[in-house]
Each structure stands twice: as structure tokens, then as C-alpha cells.
């Protein structure tokens, strides 16, 4: 077995994964069920709602402000204070992601753009 398989098995539950070794987020691989336990870094966190397939938990506390890195790569910012095997999406993270296309809308809006 592989050293990343077995820190899998130790640190998070099947039902997550850590997709880089340095995310702060795992993604749910398998839905999770309101009340149910979910072992995330180690330790196990009850989950108070449903957790659909391919949304995220926290793997540890990410402060207000900080990046949520996945894969590596910040994906966005915390906008509260996230507690481990918290879920994170839109009620408590922000994308930090400006799409080009809506810049250039907004630069022929002003004038900006020849």
C-alpha cells in the first residue's frame, strides 16, 4: 500500500479525499447523511445536514480570510471561521475567480474599451 493510501485510511473517512497534500479541503466522494460521523484529520465530526457528492469539508480550521486551497490552488476565500469537517460552499466561502469575459462586459459598459 502506498504511503498517501494509508495516511487516507488513518486520517479521513472512504467517503472524502484529499486531493493534494497541501488542500485544506477534502472533496465527499460518496454522499453524506445528516447525523452521520465522517473521520476528517484524524478525528471524527458529526455532520448536522446532508452532504451531496462532490462538495467540500473542511480538513482543518480555516480562518476568516484565508484561501481554500483544493488540488493545490486557492479556489477562493473563507468568509467565517470554518471549523474542521465543516461543509464549505457559498455560505461560508467566496470565489476569487473574476471571469475575463465579465470584465470586458464591464470595461464596454464604461467606455473603458475602445
Keep these: 500500500m502506498m504511503e498517501a493510501e494509508r495516511r487516507q485510511d488513518h486520517e479521513h473517512d472512504?467517503?472524502?479525499i484529499l486531493l493534494g497534500p497541501d488542500d485544506n479541503v477534502v472533496v465527499v466522494r460518496r454522499r453524506i447523511d445528516a447525523g452521520s460521523l465522517v473521520r476528517i484529520g484524524g478525528r471524527d465530526v458529526s455532520q448536522p445536514k446532508d452532504i451531496p457528492l462532490g462538495h467540500k469539508l473542511a480538513s482543518r480550521s480555516i480562518r476568516r480570510?484565508?484561501?481554500i486551497i483544493k488540488y493545490g490552488a486557492p479556489i477562493g476565500s473563507a468568509t467565517a471561521d470554518i471549523g474542521p469537517g465543516e461543509h464549505v460552499?457559498?455560505?461560508n466561502m467566496k470565489s476569487d475567480y473574476t471571469a475575463t469575459h465579465t470584465?470586458?462586459?464591464a470595461r464596454a459598459r464604461h467606455g473603458d474599451v475602445p
Design 14 to 16: 472512504e467517503r472524502v
Design 65 to 67: 480570510g484565508e484561501k
Design 89 to 91: 460552499h457559498v455560505h
Design 103 to 105: 470584465l470586458d462586459e
